[in-house]
């Protein structure tokens, strides 16, 4: 089975400062990887993928992540946080062998305070 | 195409009546997802198609409920005898089977009283 672990369900980040989110994955089939973005009552979009290419990925709004097998983690980082980045976020992984199903980490409420 | 699409957006139903929603998925996508969400939670699988077969089930999804895809196009799911732990948003999913991402509705969320 697979699953994915996002610790501190509440982050609070300064207006300009860099935001952080930690993701540590458990799969025992190469994973697929994801982050994604909800806003108040609205559907998941999302953010960026890692797919076994590249594990420096680069996702929209300036969203970045690292795929690190060694560590089992794919962290999410942004350099500067925007008001705008005020939303949830969720760490989620997949495989082919799983039909391409998510397991979604518990998500993280992002807080940018001005 | 705009995207998946799901209706209705907002349910309000009493205990013990049955509901219905409806997912339009992205035209070209043959696969289709189901997925609840609670406060505070990620969302969590309950059902997957291919084309109109529906190939994997949770253990959440309970007898009450049934999903269908009968012409591999657009999926419904109901819910029978609705209870108040029914409430959620229930959120659908399409994707190709040649890709890895998937691409979520707006939700329906459910609200049982």
């Known amino acids: 089975a697979q699953s994915v672990t996002q610790l501190g369900s509440h982050v609070s980040v300064s207006e300009g400062a860099l935001v952080l989110l930690r993701c540590n994955y458990s799969s025992s089939v190469p994973p697929y990887l994801f982050w994604y973005v909800q806003y108040p009552n609205q559907g998941l979009q999302l953010l960026l993928k890692y797919t076994s290419a590249a594990t420096l990925v680069k996702g929209i709004n300036g969203f970045e992540a690292e795929f690190k097998k060694s560590e089992t983690s794919f962290h999410l980082t942004k350099p500067s946080a925007h008001m705008s980045d005020a939303a949830e976020y969720f760490c989620?992984?997949?495989?082919?062998?799983?039909?391409?199903?998510?397991?979604f980490g518990k998500g993280n409420q992002v807080v940018v305070i001005p | 195409d705009t995207g998946v699409s799901q209706n209705p957006r907002h349910k309000i139903t009493k205990r013990g009546q049955n509901v219905t929603f409806r997912c339009d998925p992205i035209s070209e996508h043959n696969r289709l997802y189901w997925y609840r969400q609670t406060l505070g939670q990620g969302p969590e699988f309950l059902t997957y198609?291919?084309?109109?077969?529906?190939?994997?089930k949770s253990r959440l999804l309970s007898d009450r409920f049934s999903a269908e895809r009968p012409k591999g196009s657009f999926s419904t799911l109901e819910i029978q005898r609705t209870e108040q732990g029914d409430s959620a948003m229930y959120l659908c999913a399409s994707s190709h089977s040649g890709a890895a991402e998937a691409f979520f509705g707006q939700g329906t969320r459910l609200t049982v009283v």
């Open positions: 198609f291919q084309n109109e077969a529906q190939l994997e």
């Open positions: 989620a992984v997949s495989s082919v062998e799983g039909n391409n199903r998510l397991a």
